[in-house]
């Protein structure tokens, strides 16, 4: 069951299962954010909270780290042919990401400051408490329907600074096939 807690000013989903086999309270967060809680019967709700709450600085740390992980694809390039290839489509990477934010902020209308494009080797973008967007300039090299969950999955945590099941809702608002276009960036990539 779905369950929501406040730690450390953050309104956090989890869910709740409760179990009459475990013998103690059990934390799982998976790699999507999300964060499961089992208790065991015998112990109260009130206890599963404190526990959560004893945590929390160690649970928002772990969800922070919850990345946009890039498949392991090789462009093939490496050292200055790279950086070239960077260099080369960096300008377009940076056109696509600005208009496909302004397409989709028409109906977040969320406040971002700084769009930057780079060259990271193992995300396809990510969001900074500051509220900066950054992109890889692979972006270019996936199907626009790719990117542009790239883009809204990052637009969203604008206002979601975490991977739960409250930031899926708010992506699949303009991205309904969101879990698609997610696992096509694992196999798909041209
Ligand atoms: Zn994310």
Not at 9 to 38: M, Q, W
Not at 72 to 79: C, T
């Amino acid at each position: 069951m779905l369950q929501q807690i406040k730690l450390q000013g953050r309104e956090l989903d989890y869910i709740l299962k409760i179990s009459s086999r475990a013998r103690r309270l059990r934390l799982t967060i998976y790699g999507d954010g999300r964060l499961v809680l089992t208790q065991p019967r015998f112990l109260s709700r009130r206890f599963a909270e404190d526990f959560l709450r004893e945590k929390a600085a160690w649970i928002l740390a772990r969800l922070d780290k919850a990345k946009e992980s890039m498949s392991p694809l090789d462009s093939g390039l490496s050292g200055a042919d790279l950086r070239a290839d960077y260099l080369a489509k960096k300008a377009d990477a940076y056109e696509f990401a600005r208009t496909r934010l302004e397409h989709f902020n028409k109906f977040y209308n969320f406040a971002y400051q700084k769009i930057s494009i780079r060259n990271p080797r193992t995300r396809w973008g990510s969001c900074s408490r500051k509220g900066n967007l950054n992109f890889s300039y692979r972006l270019l090299d996936l199907t626009p329907e790719a990117a542009d969950y790239i883009i809204v999955h990052e637009l969203c945590h604008l206002a979601q600074f975490n991977h739960s099941p409250r930031f899926w809702r708010l992506v699949s608002r303009t991205i309904p096939d969101y879990d698609e276009r997610r696992r096509s960036l694992r196999n798909k990539i041209r």
